[in-house]
């Protein structure tokens, strides 16, 4: 275990995955049907022909896989978002049924058209990803905004602007944190929502768009907005973060990777499920580094999710 986090940091944690401590989490964003290819070697560039040497149709999606994580994790979790009512959108609804999560404001528009993804992972674990990010209305005037309010954290990636925004507004107003997945998006979507985040949680592509940069500095001069958390995670490089104007840095843990898909989603919801359990943020950002650690070892962005339990294992076996 991470030699600035001990057993007694966790021990909500361990509250939670006995139910003795009821945590749950509304997660709202991109669901997307993501269909992975599995190569030898990645693209070397032009036009080219490679086969596959493993192929499957899993559900993906930031705010998707991030609920999921939660849910294996053990605590309770919704996912709010949409897609459309089509073979796609039934199979991503499915999908969460099976693995515990609240899907009753996934809403299926008649007229709308479903997030489909197509992923190609080479043998280092390092993937190809390209996205339609789908066709449904932006309003967001049918959420449920009243159940708020039994959440302990909410999480929004920058997919669906209105939707965040709406439930950022009213988790603020009811004194429950919000985590943002900063994910690649156009300033004016970060402009919006970073005044309504406690915890922002950036890719090291998304900050430098941002930004300009994703060297530590940057995470500083992003305080302005006045996030609690301003963070980056950076893969095998670990998570930097800004907090009480001091930067912190978390190893992150080694592990053989099989895939990387889904890590920074994973990281999300395990972070937001340790800020609802109340664990604090240098705690909940070790524990989100192993549950991302452990979820590289499988290939698929949802596999290999550990349960509370598991991560906890993992941890203490690890410097």
């Known amino acids: 275990m991470s030699a600035s986090v001990n057993i007694a940091d966790l021990s909500a944690l361990v509250d939670v995955a006995s139910r003795a401590k ?3 989490v509304i997660c709202l964003g991109l669901s997307a049907l993501d269909q992975v290819w599995r190569v030898d070697r990645p693209f070397a560039g032009g036009s080219e022909k490679i086969k596959a040497v493993e192929y499957g149709t899993l559900g993906g999606g930031m705010a998707a896989n991030a609920s999921v ?3 294996k994790l053990g605590a309770s979790v919704a996912f709010w978002g949409r897609a459309g009512n089509d073979a796609a959108g039934h199979e991503m609804k499915s999908a969460f049924t099976i693995e515990g999560v609240d899907v009753e404001n996934f809403r299926l528009f008649a007229d709308g058209r479903s997030s489909v993804s197509g992923i190609i992972v080479d043998s280092s674990g390092e993937r190809q990803i390209v996205n339609f990010r789908g066709l449904y209305p932006e309003a967001a005037d049918w ?3 009243k159940t708020i309010a039994r959440a302990s954290s909410v999480l929004a990636d920058p997919r669906w602007v209105e939707g965040a925004a709406t439930l950022f507004r009213e988790a603020r107003a009811q004194g429950i944190a919000t985590v943002l997945d900063g994910d690649m998006a156009d300033a004016e979507v970060f402009e919006r929502l970073l005044p309504l985040t406690d915890h922002a949680i950036f ?3 998304a900050l430098t768009a941002f930004a300009g940069s994703a060297r530590d ?3 500083a001069a992003l ?3 006045g996030c609690r958390v301003i963070a980056v995670t950076r893969g095998e490089g670990g998570v930097s973060w800004y907090e009480n104007g001091a930067l912190h840095r ?3 843990y080694p592990v053989d990777v099989v895939d990387t898909t889904g890590a920074g989603d994973v990281f999300h919801g395990a972070y937001a499920l340790a800020i609802g359990a109340g664990l604090d943020v240098r705690a909940a950002m070790a524990f989100s580094a192993g549950t991302a650690a452990m ?3 499988h290939a698929g962005g949802r596999n290999g999710i550990p349960t509370i339990n598991e991560c906890l294992v993992f941890m203490r076996t690890k410097p």
């Open 203 to 205: 890719s090291e592509p």
């Open 295 to 297: 979820k590289c070892r």
């Open 250 to 252: 978390q190893a992150a």
């Open 217 to 219: 500095e940057s995470l």
């Open 223 to 225: 305080a302005r907005f």
């Open 22 to 24: 009821p945590v749950h």
């Open 143 to 145: 959420l449920p905004l």
């Open 69 to 71: 994580a939660v849910a």
